[in-house]
C-alpha cells in the first residue's frame, strides 16, 4: 500500500462514507477495498490514457463475442490481463479468490451468468464501464445505470435472503 | 507496431485491474453480497471500491481530457457521448443488477477467478457468455431486419 495513494483518496472517501457508516467493516478490509479501488482506477486510467478507451469489462469481451478483425488485438490484451492477474492471485493471494459459497445448482448458476451476460450488453456496461469509468466522467446514463443496478442487486439479496430464503 | 503496443497497454491494464478486484475483495462472492445486504449483516467496505477507483479516475480523466487532444497511441479518444436516457440501459441495467444479487458475480470478478477452475465458476461464465453473445446477435439480426425494406 502506498502512502500516497491513501493520502489522494482518504479525504474523499470520509467525505463520501461517514465513518459510522463503515463501522460494519474492520480497518484492513477498508484499507484493502480503497486500494484495490484505486488500482482499478489506475488501470482504466492506463488504457484512457494510451488507447483512449473505457475499461468496461462487458464491452471489452462483448466485442469479442463474435470477434471482428481489426478491434482484436487490444480486446484480447485486456482479457489475457484479467487472466494472468487471476493467477497471479492465485499464487500469492489464494484467499482472494473465495468461491467456495457460490451454490451447486447449475440451472441457478447459469440464470445469474445470462441476466449478468444479456443484462451488461442490453445496458451498455457493468460495475466497471457504468459504476467506475461512466460514474468518473460524470455520465448521466452511467449514473442511471449504476443507480438501477446497484438498486436491483441489493433488492435481489434482501429477497432471497430475509424474504424467500434465510 | 502501434497495435502491438495497444495490446501491451491493455494486458498491463487488465492485470492491475484484476489485481485491484482481488485485493478489494470483488473475488469473493460472499462479500460482495454481504455488501449488497443491506438490512442484514451488512459489509459496508467495498463501498471504498468505488469510491477509491472513482476518484483516481475521475480526476485522471478531467486531467488527460483536457490536456492532451488524443491517446498517446491512437488517433481519437473512443469514449460513448449518449445521454439519453433509455428503456434499454434501464432494462438491461436491472437485470444485470438481479444476476449480479442472485450469486455476488460481475463480469470482471468473473473472469479473474476464472483461472482457479472452480466448477460453479465456469458454469456461471458460460451463461454470462452465452448471454452476451446471444443478446449480440438477436441485436443484430433485429437490426438486419429493420434496415431490409
Sequence with gaps: MHLSDLALVLPLASARAPATLLAGATAPDLAAALFGGALIGLASMLLLL???RVAGISGVVGGLLPPRLGDLDWRVGFVAGLLVGG???RLALP???DLSTLPDSTPLLLLGGALVGVG???GNGCTSGHGVCGVGRMSRRSVVA???FMAFAAGTVFLSRHVIGG | MRGLRQTHVSFLSGVLFALGLGIAGM???AKVLAFLDITGDWDPSLAL???GAIAVYGVAFRQITSRLQRPLLLPRFELPTRTDIDARLV???ILFGVGWGLLGLCPGPALTAAVTGDAGLLIFVAGMLAGMIGFNLALEALQERRRAP
Design chain 2, 27 to 29: 473475488t469473493r462472492p
Design chain 1, 87 to 89: 493467477l497471479a492471485l
Design chain 2, 49 to 51: 471500491v468505488m469510491v
Design chain 1, 95 to 97: 484467499s482472494t479468490l
Design chain 1, 146 to 148: 449504476t443507480v438501477t
Design chain 1, 120 to 122: 451488461t450488453r442490453m
Design chain 2, 91 to 93: 432494462v438491461g441495467s
Design chain 1, 50 to 52: 494510451f488507447s483512449g
